[in-house]
């Protein structure tokens, strides 16, 4: 029987065997059961080896290269990037070799290469540290890097690229009046916690006081700035972090998603922070109703979220950005037919594609007559003048508040009706 620390090890291996090899993303692994059979200490480790692992992919190929004649099959080879971020990251070597040596031992196709991977580690040993800071911060995959370029320049990118590689701390929203454990609190209103440890163990969370939500996803709410009783429709609604905003301002919230399994964090959500919304499982193209306020958080890339999931230039090739942009176009549509004459909303994405923001809603002011951007709902404590887009928009990036540990990227903007 293997010890628990090698055992946390070989299901980071079967992580990222998922994630490099069939193109995963560690939460569809995560909630389709891949830990569930590990005690929560060893799972927590073997999901944090798997995210240091994707973080310096780059940085342990460089490493792993010059002893290595030719690539070793997948899963051989990511026991040894997990082996090589180890050993960078300072453990000792015997634990991590040990280790490796008999999780591939153990594997029926690849045991005989056991031998191979403790002279690899062992090579690797011996300055992995020090060589390992000597690289390059890892880059984004061309497909990716080349779009963002693009759209932010060479030197935005490479300062993105450094907050992906440093990831992200523990940003929470407060229930008002509620107290928060203590940590930074930001110009927005956020509180940041730095080397968090486990969420459930905080004071306050049983309570329900707060909720994790990065500090940029906590902006578009802030901009639609929900009055109490007013009924507000939250479009794409689990987990629901944008939901508790909302019904936490007092206001009559529906929020609506199309999963049933997502929206069951919302009801959990809801729940333990003692809020209420009307829960609607169903296809936001098709719901009807005439609401004063309408947030649309639509479907994305993502791509603004890659400090927390490493696992997704990595296990994406961008083939699906297309039809998520007209998927948006679309929500965007429906959703405008939703909102009282007078009424806002804001629409927003976590992605760092401007095809994915800005672009959407310079479209939709050119094809709706009765929509204009609300720049005065941009006046909200902590937002920075050089974050406003030319449209009257918010563009967010990773590389912003560098000091204070970096921000999801985001756009939002909130749009009013005319007529
Ligand atoms: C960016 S996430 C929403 C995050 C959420 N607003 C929050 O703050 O926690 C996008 C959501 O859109 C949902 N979704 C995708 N297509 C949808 C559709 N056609 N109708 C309703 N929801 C949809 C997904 O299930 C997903 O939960």
């Known amino acids: 029987m293997a010890d628990n620390a090698t055992q946390a090890r070989q299901s980071a291996i079967y992580l990222l065997d998922q994630v490099l090899g069939e193109g995963r993303l560690l939460s569809e692994c995560l909630s389709a059961g891949a830990l569930d059979r590990l005690p929560p200490d060893d799972r927590a480790r073997a999901q944090r080896l798997a995210l240091e692992t ?12 010059p002893h290595l004649q030719k690539a070793p099959p997948l899963t051989v080879r990511n026991a040894l990037r997990l082996g090589t971020v180890e050993l960078s990251h300072g453990e000792a070597a015997h634990g991590v070799v040990h280790s490796m040596v008999e999780i591939v031992g153990r594997s029926r196709r690849h045991g005989r290469l056991k031998g191979l991977v403790n002279a690899v580690l062992r090579k690797v040993s011996a300055d992995a540290p020090a060589a390992w ?13 080349d779009p963002l370029v693009e759209a932010w320049g060479g030197k935005a990118i490479a ?42 163990a905080l004071p306050g969370y049983a309570a329900g006081d707060w909720w994790v939500q990065d500090v940029a996803a906590a902006l578009p709410v802030r901009l639609l700035n929900p009055q109490p009783g007013e009924k507000v429709l939250d479009l794409c609604a689990a987990p629901g972090g944008k939901t508790l905003q909302l019904a936490a301002a007092g206001a009559h919230v529906t929020a609506l998603d199309i999963s049933e399994a997502r929206m069951a964090r919302v009801r959990e959500n809801l729940a333990r922070t003692g809020l209420s919304a009307d829960i609607v499982v169903g296809d936001a193209l098709e719901h009807q109703g005439l609401y004063d306020a309408v947030l649309l958080d639509a479907p994305c890339s993502a791509t603004g979220t890659i400090r927390r999931h ?24 429906h959703a405008w037919t939703l909102v009282k004459p007078g009424g806002r909303m804001v629409f927003c994405t976590c992605s760092l594609l401007p095809d994915e923001g800005e672009v959407q809603v310079d479209e939709a002011l050119e094809i709706y007559p009765d929509m204009e951007v609300d720049r005065a709902a941009l006046d909200v404590p902590g937002i920075e003048p050089g974050w406003i887009t030319e ?6 990036r990773p590389d912003f508040w560098p000091d204070q540990g970096g921000m999801d990227g985001f756009y939002m903007a909130c749009l009013r009706k005319t007529g």
Do not use: C, N, Y
Not at 133 to 145: E, I, T, Y
Not at 316 to 332: H, P, T, V, Y
Not at 391 to 396: F, M, Q, S, T, V
């Open 133 to 145: 800071a000597r690289l390059r911060v890892p880059r984004l995959p061309r497909w990716l890097r």
């Open 54 to 65: 994707l973080r310096g992919l780059e940085r342990a190929d460089r490493l792993l290269k």
């Open 159 to 200: 300062a993105i690229e450094a907050a992906h590689f440093a990831g992200a701390p523990l940003d929470l929203t407060l229930k008002p009046g509620a107290a928060a454990p203590a940590g930074e609190v930001l110009p927005t209103g956020s509180v940041r916690l730095r080397d968090a440890g486990q969420v459930s």
């Open 391 to 396: 449209e009257g928009g918010l563009r967010l």
């Open 310 to 333: 490493p696992d997704l230039p990595l296990a994406k090739d961008g083939s699906e950005f297309g039809a998520l942009i007209e998927m948006q176009a679309r929500m965007i549509a």
